[in-house]
């Protein structure tokens, strides 16, 4: 059972991420429409939507994953994280993303050991010291609920784990470069329900210290995790509020439509 | 009703497209043994007769004069009686053989007579040469020089042949140097060209002409670029007909192999290792440092393990360019700078292979030196190769997804 929500209090939170009039296109398909959007900091959102609906590209445009895709162009608006336009002048995308981390819908750790696994996000910033990056290992394996597990095989293949232990060792990784913001691309599409339990637990022990954005195919699961919802469609947010209303009392009809399982 | 089969519902029923897919398997395995059996005749043909080159009959079983010595003219003595005894028996046999071939078809009898004497003849042929084989004197060039007094000339016939005594030793030497540094070299240009081209290059139509134009350059025949080596870095840099000049040709000769098939490797590798480490804070170069080469490096040894058996075989990129036919010094021996290493022609394998066997007549002499630099020339490739193999191998075992 999800714990009781507590967003009623964190009403008047800071607004980490700031989206305003967004518009994104993949070469000449333009892919969202003047998106306005605020997320708060240390709270879990949660962005649902019918497959090709733009939920993804919107969140990869707040690491500017994007900038890999040649074709992909923002076409109007600004995103603001802490206040700083990311895709102004001087923004340094490699300092962008040590702050906002990533999590990808297929897992994807690298054929290392479980600990050169973690300690890559520290090592590439020159961090060599064996006692900082041990104590760095433990720290985020036990962030990620994950220590117990493997504590006796650090130095063994990631990819000898199961599915849900190598989506949780990738969460593990994003939080040893202590990111602000985590950003999740749908991590639970590829894992069995109990593997999904635990890394949903494993998000609600992150939102006291991350502000945690989540793309997800499931509604239970976005209604589960998250505190706001976004409602995304053909490119255009169609409503985005605290997760119970958008739920429960849905001002949109397509939204009631979507969440109600009528379409989508 | 013993005889008749019981013929329940998934029984065999033979039927004319059953034969075909029979067949055809058939077919397939045929085309297959018989590649089989043609590399296999010609390595064992090569190894048999090289063999009698390479290995020797007492301890410690290696011919090392034939490994380490220089080519040398062969000078042989063969007992005289024997041979001139030979020689008649053999205008006889030409003879006779003329005169069979007159005879008409009708005279079958006159015919097996003619052939019943050649047998005899040959019989006594065979014999004479198991005396002349026994007896003969064979000396290289060096101990040719040293000897005291040569044998006697009324009972011994003499003769001598080219590249027939000695070994091959420089020009194993010469091939070694020229796959080291062109496959450096090749390896150096090609995985930098591949990453840039796998990595940092925006597609688009450019790309995919310099592509295509790379993987074009990889069926221009070999002459072509020992005549673009010669005319570019022995005749317009000045370098002479020298081992650098060797290898720049043979590097870009095989650079097109190494680069496709590098890019190809690069290109394989999961866009979410790259994506996963960018996301990490991970610049470009640390990312392709960290996340791409290692992964693509057992695909860029074998293609580099393509590349050597090119890079050693190859004759006629290195026959303007770097190969001399017969070369008395070592590469370190006689140089007055360092510098000289580089501006010197070597011996090279292929290249000794292709003048014994094209350059001079074939005889009983020559031939052990043919077979013997061929099958010592497979043996080195085989060992470069088997290396990388291992290599590659060991790599694979650490990254694997």
């Not at chain 1, 520290?122 to 994950?146: F, M, T």
């Not at chain 2, 055809?24 to 080159?53: E, M």
């Not at chain 2, 008395?328 to 360092?338: A, C, F, R, V, Y």
Request: proline letters at 4%.
């Amino acid at each position: 059972m999800a714990p009781p929500k507590d967003t009623e209090k964190k009403q008047d939170a800071r607004d980490v991420i700031e989206v305003r009039d967004f518009n994104f296109a993949y070469g000449n398909a333009q892919a969202l429409f003047d998106v306005n959007m605020d997320i708060k900091d240390k709270e879990v959102t949660a962005f649902i939507g019918p497959s090709g609906c733009g939920k993804s590209t919107f969140l990869r445009c707040f690491n500017r994953m994007n900038d890999l895709i040649d074709i992909a162009r923002i076409t109007g608006g600004s995103v603001k994280i802490n206040g700083i336009d990311i895709y102004g002048k001087e923004i340094d995308v490699i300092e962008l993303r040590k702050h906002i981390g990533m999590v990808f819908q297929k897992s994807n750790p690298f054929p290392k050991s479980i600990y050169d696994n973690i300690a890559y996000g520290l090592r590439i910033q020159g961090i060599k010291k064996k006692n900082v990056l041990d104590d760095v290992v433990e720290e985020c394996l036990r962030g990620a609920a994950l220590w117990d597990e493997v504590k006796d095989r650090l130095h063994e293949s990631a990819l000898g784990m199961s599915g849900g232990q190598q989506q949780r060792l990738c969460i593990a990784r994003a939080l040893a470069v202590k990111p602000q913001i985590l950003l999740m691309d749908e991590p639970c599409s590829a894992l069995d329900p109990i593997a999904t339990a635990k890394v949903e637990e494993l998000i609600h022990s992150l939102k006291r210290d991350y502000t945690i954005v989540i793309v997800t195919h499931n509604m239970q699961q976005a209604a589960r995790v998250s505190d706001r919802t976004a409602f995304f469609y053909l490119g255009k947010l169609i409503e985005y509020d605290v997760t119970d209303t958008i739920f429960m009392n849905p001002n949109n009809e397509q939204t009631e439509a979507y969440v109600s399982g009528r379409f989508g | 009703m013993a005889a008749q089969k019981e013929r329940h519902l998934y029984a065999f029923r033979p039927s004319r497209k059953r034969m075909i897919e029979g067949a055809t398997q058939w077919f397939f395995r045929l085309a297959t043994y018989v590649v089989i059996l043609a590399a296999g005749y010609l390595f064992a043909n090569i190894a048999w007769n090289g063999s009698k080159a390479v290995f020797t009959t007492s301890a410690p079983f290696i011919n090392t004069d034939f490994l380490t010595q220089k080519p040398q003219t062969l000078h042989v003595y063969e007992p005289k009686e024997a041979v001139e005894e030979q020689a008649k028996i053999n205008a006889e046999q030409i003879r006779l053989r003329r005169e069979r071939n007159n005879l008409g078809s009708a005279e079958k009898e006159a015919s097996l007579a003619i052939k019943e004497e050649l047998k005899a003849l040959q019989s006594r042929y065979d014999a004479l040469d198991v005396i002349r084989k026994d007896k003969r004197l064979l000396y290289s060039d060096t101990e040719y020089r040293a000897l005291e007094s040569t044998p006697q000339e009324d009972q011994y016939a003499y003769s001598n042949y080219a590249y027939s005594g000695g070994g091959v030793g420089p020009a194993i030497i010469g091939t070694i140097l020229l796959v080291m540094g062109s496959i450096s070299i090749a390896l150096t240009l090609g995985v930098l060209c591949a990453v840039y081209l796998s990595e940092y290059s925006r597609p688009g139509k450019v790309l995919q002409i310099i592509r295509l134009s790379i993987l074009n350059l990889s069926g221009v025949p070999s002459i072509v670029f020992g005549l673009f080596g010669f005319g570019m870095f022995v005749l317009f840099f000045g370098w002479g007909v020298s081992m650098l000049a060797g290898w720049f040709t043979l590097a870009i000769m095989v650079l097109p192999v190494i680069i496709t098939a590098s890019e190809e490797s690069m290109r394989a590798i999961p866009k979410g290792f790259r994506e996963g480490s960018l996301a990490l804070g991970a610049s470009k170069w640390t990312t392709i440092r960290t996340n791409v080469l290692p992964y693509a490096l057992p695909g860029i040894l074998t293609s580099s393990i393509m590349g050597i058996a090119r890079v050693a075989g190859e004759t006629a990129p290195i026959m303007f360019t770097a190969a001399f036919a017969l070369r008395d010094q070592l590469p370190w021996e006689g140089l007055s700078t360092w510098t000289d290493f580089f501006f010197q022609g070597v011996m090279a394998l292929p290249y000794h292979i292709y003048v014994v066997s094209a350059k001079i007549p074939q005889n009983e002499y020559t031939r052990t030196m043919q077979y013997g630099a061929a099958f010592v020339f497979l043996v080195i490739v085989g060992f470069f190769a088997l290396s990388s193999i291992i290599l590659r191998i060991r790599i694979r075992k650490k990254y694997r997804w």
